[in-house]
């Protein structure tokens, strides 16, 4: 009965292709989902924009650009206290963004802890 079978494999292709689809929508998902340091970076970057409103690299330039964004002076790489220190941020606009940083990733490491004794000499 071959009939009978191409229909099996139809059924079998198509139950694949749900798995297919599922697995690749978990995918999207999981990069959408955004971590608690994430959203601690966005929250914490969006009180630094408040107090700092204008494109440091257009002001070196001369221009007054609103800041959209906050990057790092120095990339943090794996250094905690270079990714949280805001004397290692500067606000920059979309464009100045988009040249500095481009689309590499930035990873977001755990927020220190208002308590941390940091800088302290004993
Ligand atoms: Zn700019």
């Known amino acids: 009965m071959a009939q009978k079978d191409d229909v099996w494999e139809k059924r079998k292709r198509a139950r694949q292709a749900d798995d297919d689809a599922l697995a690749r929508r978990d995918h999207l998902l999981s990069r959408v989902t955004k ?17 700092n409103q204008w494109c440091d690299e257009c002001d070196k330039r001369g221009y007054m650009t609103p ?11 794996d250094s905690q206290v ?13 464009n100045c963004q988009r040249r500095l940083v481009g689309t590499a990733p930035l990873k977001f490491l755990d927020p220190i802890p208002q308590d941390a004794k940091l800088y302290t000499v004993k």
Do not use: M, Q
């Open 67 to 77: 800041a959209d964004y906050v990057v790092h002076i120095t990339a943090p790489k």
């Open 35 to 51: 971590s608690d340091n994430e959203k601690a970076w966005e929250k914490a970057g969006a009180e630094y924009l408040k107090a």
């Open 82 to 94: 270079l990714f949280w220190d805001i004397r290692n941020w500067k606000g920059v606009c979309t």
